[in-house]
């Protein structure tokens, strides 16, 4: 079975760029996850979704970054116009229904220069 | 305070030795338990769920301590690949979880 899938699998852009990071779930999941992982802080939830409809977006750092789920099998990040501090590795996770263990895409690694 | 803590170690081991992490948590309402792996410039890999009798497998033991709000995993025998940094995690809302800082384990030969 195919797991999570996310694109690219690296990214390196200039500061000022726009940058959209791509997710495709497990297949039955209803629930998906965006987190961003820096040695300084850590792995942090960005935003989720459950059923397509964002939840909780409080991790979203500012309005330069948004995220859009506009079916149950595909799901983006942007951000608009990227800068250095944005350089994490984003990660894609997606969670079955009432079960919340969460199953975790290989990442995205964005350098921004 | 943080809602989910773990001892970042490092813990370096030698090899076939016992080796226990402790994660806590601050949210009482809290009500799914899980322990990730993740290797170095790998993804978060689910290890094992946590429950409130314990439970294990093979040489992983994870146990669930409500009245302390503390998690636990036991490794026995540890080996070579058990290197990582093992994340805590805590649902302290239906769907969303909230991952410790993780503790780094080294099994050394």
């Known amino acids: 079975d195919a797991g999570v899938i996310q694109s690219p699998r690296h990214e390196v852009t200039e500061m000022g760029q726009e940058v959209t990071l791509r997710c495709k779930p497990i297949?039955?999941?209803?629930?998906l996850f965006w987190y961003r992982q820096t040695m300084m802080r850590g792995l942090e939830l960005l935003i989720y979704?459950?059923?397509?409809?964002?939840?909780?977006d409080s991790g979203m750092p500012e309005d330069r970054f948004s995220a859009k789920m506009p079916n149950a099998s595909f799901s983006t990040l942007k951000i608009q116009p990227s800068e250095p501090r944005d350089s994490a590795v984003y990660f894609c996770a997606s969670s079955s229904p009432l079960r919340y263990e969460q199953y975790f895409g290989p990442g995205t690694r964005l350098t921004v220069t | 305070r943080k809602e989910v803590e773990q001892d970042p170690g490092p813990f370096n081991v030698p090899e076939g030795a016992t080796v226990a992490f402790n994660c806590t948590y601050s949210?009482?309402?809290?009500?799914?338990f899980f322990w990730y792996r993740q290797d170095c410039r790998k993804e978060p890999k689910l290890l094992m769920s946590?429950?409130?009798s314990g439970n294990e497998d093979g040489r992983f033991t994870a146990q669930l301590n409500r009245a302390s709000q503390y998690i636990s995993l036991l490794i026995r025998d540890s080996k070579l690949s058990d290197s990582a940094t093992y994340l805590c995690v805590v649902n302290t809302n239906a769907g969303k979880s909230t991952f410790g800082d993780g503790t780094t384990l080294t099994v050394k030969p």
């Open positions: 979704f459950n059923n397509n409809v964002p939840i909780d």
């Open positions: 946590v429950y409130s």
């Open positions: 949210n009482s309402a809290s009500q799914s």
């Open positions: 297949s039955g999941h209803n629930s």
